[in-house]
């Protein structure tokens, strides 16, 4: 079974509008948490948000928020007033287990276009 | 400034030519990492290193090689690369943190071309 699931390829938006782009995960540890990466077209891998297991609040940076509902192993990463710049493949993933820095396990991506 | 180098960030060669991508971090960081990212597969795990002289396999290390002789430095080698080891290819760094929410540090990316 796939460990992280990214169910939209591609979505559009228009600017200033919000966006959710989904991801569901599977896991049996109970220490897990949750990251987002952007990636531009340029390349480059950018963190956006991290959500952890155990965290009792909903993850917030700036326009980014993680929408986190845990009994449905749901992440998902909304974008508010979306911005041109905001165009990119964006990439979720989870680390399992505390303690150490186990491997990042990554979704297959939304690529995101926002349209005027 | 903190950040994570490889080189080169672009490579074509031929099949079974021996090649080497650099990858070094400034942060101290005990744990590296490299991925592949091939379309519609998002990245996956070659090979991963938790400290100096220890490294092990990530999900996908046929073909690569690694080492890690100092804590900054940790290159991926491709003995006999083939086409199917093109891709675009990340180094990542965290430390070893004890509540699991350190970022990982990527790298800007090689792509690689293998003909």
């Known amino acids: 079974a796939q460990k992280i699931t990214q169910t939209q390829p591609g979505m559009f938006v228009q600017e200033k509008e919000a966006v959710t782009l989904d991801c569901t995960y599977d896991?049996?540890?109970?220490?897990?948490?949750l990251f987002w990466y952007k990636q531009p077209s340029s390349g480059e891998m950018i963190f956006l948000i991290y959500?952890?297991?155990?965290?009792?609040q909903n993850a917030t940076e700036g326009r980014y928020s993680l929408n986190f509902q845990k009994a449905r192993k749901s992440a998902n990463l909304v974008i508010s007033a979306s911005q041109l710049g905001d165009s990119a493949m964006y990439f979720c993933a989870m680390r399992e287990g505390f303690g150490t820095a186990s491997k990042l396990t990554f979704g297959t991506g939304t690529r995101l276009q926002v349209t005027l | 400034e903190a950040q994570v180098t490889q080189n080169p960030r672009y490579l074509i060669t031929v099949t079974g030519k021996k090649l080497t991508v650099t990858c070094s971090q400034n942060?101290?960081?005990?744990?590296m990492s490299w991925y592949r990212q091939d379309p519609g597969l998002g990245l996956r795990q070659i090979y991963y290193?938790?400290?100096?002289?220890?490294?092990d396999k990530g999900d996908v290390p046929e073909g690569y090689k690694v080492s890690r002789k100092e804590k900054r430095n940790f290159p991926l080698i491709l003995e006999s690369p083939s086409p199917n080891q093109t891709s675009l290819y990340f180094c990542?760094?965290?430390?070893?943190?004890?509540?699991?929410?350190?970022?990982?540090?990527f790298g800007p990316g090689t792509r690689l071309t293998v003909t």
């Open positions: 942060m101290n960081h005990e744990y």
């Open positions: 896991t049996s540890d109970p220490s897990y948490g």
């Open positions: 959500q952890g297991s155990y965290d009792q």
């Open positions: 990542a760094s965290s430390p070893l943190g004890s509540s699991g929410g350190d970022e990982q540090y």
């Open positions: 290193s938790m400290n100096v002289e220890v490294t």
